[in-house]
């Protein structure tokens, strides 16, 4: 409806727009309100089931424990600081220690045989998905050597791991399934000086430097488009600024970039630790950050179809929400 009676007119592109800007702000407080909510019912599972004797309460402890654990290693704490998710793990482990030393209620009458299946269902789950965290879908990887792209500082993974589940939305993007997404952190480690901002300035990373992660060829460069006004990103990928550096074994691409901020031609030779260019918020980008992949260089094909790396950043690997402390 609203289609047929705006048409393609000024308004209804504005209303579009406010209708998309008011769904993503709602989606990062839906999910920053979710970790902390399922966070604090997991602390409730942990301290309720230390009231009885564990024989009554086991399904209890374990959904608690494995809920927690599966937060603390998901939890979108970033949007708020990445302090909150350490006061969670000293709170969750005082739990414990609480439990342990509680006096139990042995009058408790035991958990319904109902209620110990669907605890068990869930705490199944949860376990699984910590699991593959670590491990990931997608066997031994083969992996990259490179240097960290900034300068000393705290960096965060907002999106990455080794496929699914952690790295689910890069997963179908070209094979891009160790593609990681990079923002850096303040003082009181959030990555903006708020919540969800529309001003870019008000993003750490935006206008911070890249620098060459390796030696190579550069085979595209160019920051022609302009940066996405958060949380937009209707330009989509097609116009994203970008370099991509083309070595004898590999392709590293680095996209959304900072309009005008590329200080190095296509055809140019760089060597590790030199300026590319600066981080912004181009193409298919909801905020600024940088977007880093690593592809196997292979005859014959694109590169980007290339077997996807996993990188190593100064000889180790991140997964995601994990910090990078640059020096």
């Known amino acids: 409806m609203l289609h047929n009676y705006y048409g393609t007119s000024p308004l209804r592109k504005i209303l579009i727009i406010c209708v998309k800007v008011k769904q993503a702000i709602m989606i990062i407080y839906c999910l920053l309100g979710a970790t902390i ?11 309720k089931a230390g009231s009885r004797p564990l024989p009554a309460t086991f399904s209890y402890l374990l959904l608690g424990l494995s809920l927690g654990v599966f937060l603390y290693l998901y939890g979108t704490w970033v949007y708020l600081s990445i302090y909150s998710k350490y006061v969670f793990g000293v709170l969750l482990l005082g739990n414990i220690v609480a439990y342990v030393a509680r006096k139990h209620d042995h009058a408790a ?37 490179l240097s960290f792209p900034f300068k000393p500082g705290k960096y965060f993974v907002l999106q990455g791991g080794k496929g699914l589940p952690t790295n689910v939305f890069h997963f179908s993007l070209r094979g891009a399934i160790y593609a990681m997404d990079i923002v850096q952190l303040n ?33 595209r460069a160019y920051s022609n488009n302009p940066d996405n006004i958060p949380p937009a990103m209707d330009r989509g990928p097609k116009n994203t600024n970008q370099v991509l550096l083309e070595t004898p074994g590999y392709y590293v691409f680095m996209g959304h970039l900072k309009m005008g901020s590329v200080v190095v031609q296509e055809g140019q030779y760089v060597k590790r630790g030199d300026p590319l260019g600066c981080v912004g918020n181009s193409g ?19 590169w980007y179809q290339g077997k996807p790396l996993y990188i190593m950043f100064n000889g180790k690997g991140y997964l995601l929400n994990e910090v990078i402390n640059a020096k």
Not at 37 to 47: C, E, H, T
């Open 37 to 47: 909510a399922l966070a604090l019912y997991s602390l409730y599972l942990v301290w």
């Open 109 to 145: 009458r035991p958990t319904p045989r109902w209620k110990k299946i669907s605890n068990g269902i869930l705490t199944v789950v949860f376990v699984v998905m910590t699991v593959l965290y670590f491990t990931g879908t997608t066997g031994k990887p083969d992996r990259v050597a």
């Open 187 to 219: 003082d009181a480690g959030g990555r903006a000086n708020k919540i969800f901002s529309r001003k870019l300035e008000d993003y750490v990373i935006f206008g911070d430097t890249i620098y060459a992660p390796c030696d190579g060829l550069v085979m």
């Open 284 to 302: 298919f980008s909801t905020e600024p950050h940088l977007h880093i992949q690593v592809h196997a260089r292979q005859s014959g094909i694109p």
